[in-house]
């Protein structure tokens, strides 16, 4: 798998799960990604949240995508997008979250940049082919 077809995937199936810390104790929860291309993996939450409490404490995640026998995982640094106009686009397309915007604003809001720095896929089809690394570059 390339970098494109890493973020096609994404796209295809948007729902992973992510891992973060709290001290030293793991945390997996499922999140939505908004967009998956190549300015990054956004992903959305609001501040009051653990995630993003933790995100915000230790930047580095991994998140796992599974989809059709495929495991992707990707790793890297998330780092805080301030963007209202990002923010807007993420309440349109998602309205169940139009109540919480109106009621606290878009400062509730909090939206994530992944830059995946490594990424691997394990395959039921090829499961003595063990992991295989994306092609980032």
């Known amino acids: ?4 077809e890493m973020y096609a995937f994404i796209t295809k199936n948007p729902m992973g799960y992510m891992a973060t810390v709290d001290g030293n ?4 929860r499922g999140m939505g990604c908004f967009r998956a291309d190549e300015d990054g993996i ?6 009051p949240k653990n995630v993003c409490k933790q995100l915000l ?7 796992c995508y599974f989809a059709n026998g495929t495991q992707l995982r990707v790793s890297g640094r998330v780092e805080e997008l301030k963007d209202n106009a990002i923010k807007q686009a993420v309440v349109d397309k ?8 109106e009621k606290f604003g878009l400062d509730h809001m909090a939206i994530f940049r992944l830059k ?5 896929t394990w395959s039921m089809q090829n499961m003595t ?7 980032l570059s």
Request: hydrophobic share 30%; aromatic share 10%; glycine share 4%.
């Open 25 to 28: 104790k793991p945390h997996v």
């Open 57 to 63: 404490a230790n930047p580095e995640t991994e998140v």
């Open 42 to 47: 956004i992903y959305f939450t609001s501040h």
């Open 94 to 101: 998602y309205p169940f979250l139009k109540p919480n915007i």
């Open 1 to 4: 798998m390339n970098k494109t």
């Open 129 to 135: 082919g063990g992991i295989t690394p994306v092609d």
């Open 116 to 120: 995946p720095v490594e990424a691997s």
